[in-house]
């Protein structure tokens, strides 16, 4: 009897079902937390614009993935004939809450349907066909942007649904990946 008792408690103990599930949601609430502390306890040195209502393109003031995104992203539209500009990268709060308010409070048509931008944390840019005169008026032309953004894992405003439709738009996500083609590799920078 005693031997039995002893090749019982050699056995290994199963888990039940539902702790596994407890532990497996407990341990990415975990990871969640300590990727959102790290991004707000590391979070890269603010810029101060002297004159914060103005536009700014420049790639550089985009997060480092987002800026590899726009980068592959002007690369394939170029090998496609497609004559893309970059209009507009990073937003200040006070740009992006002054655009808010055109249409509103502000004359003129309404141009941005949120406060909330993603362009204000540096994870977005818009863009226009280099076409003086006919700059947002090729809908062909942004529809075939969208299909290039999404298939290299960028979020084209040019899907969105109607009301909240930005065809010049696009963002990444938070978690979202970087895509290369067939043909296309990583830059030197940022590799």
């Known amino acids: 009897m005693q031997r039995t008792r002893a090749v019982r ?44 209502l103005l536009r700014i393109s420049s790639l550089d003031e985009l997060d480092d993935k987002t800026r590899e995104a726009a980068e592959l992203f002007l690369r394939i539209a170029r090998d496609q004939g497609l004559n893309v500009t970059i209009t507009e990268t990073y937003r200040t709060q006070e740009r992006q809450d002054y655009l808010y308010t055109q249409g509103r409070t502000r004359g003129g048509a309404v141009v941005t349907w949120t406060r909330n931008s993603r362009h204000t944390k540096r994870d977005a840019f818009d863009i226009a066909k280099d076409s003086p005169g006919h700059e947002y008026d090729d809908t ?11 298939s290299i894992g960028l979020e084209a405003g040019f899907y969105w649904k109607s009301g909240q439709q930005d065809m010049p738009h696009f963002q990444m996500t938070t978690f979202g990946k970087l895509i290369y083609p067939e043909g296309y590799e990583r830059s030197g920078k940022g590799k």
Do not use: D, N, T, W
């Not at 888990?15 to 407890?22: A, D, T, V, W």
């Open 9 to 52: 408690h050699q056995k290994k103990r199963k888990m039940r079902p539902e702790y596994r599930i407890i532990l497996f949601g407990s341990g990415l609430i975990f990871l969640l937390v300590v990727y959102f502390a790290g991004s707000l306890i590391f979070k890269s040195e603010e810029r101060v614009y002297s004159e914060p």
């Open 140 to 150: 062909a032309f942004f529809k075939k942007c969208a299909e290039i953004g999404e």
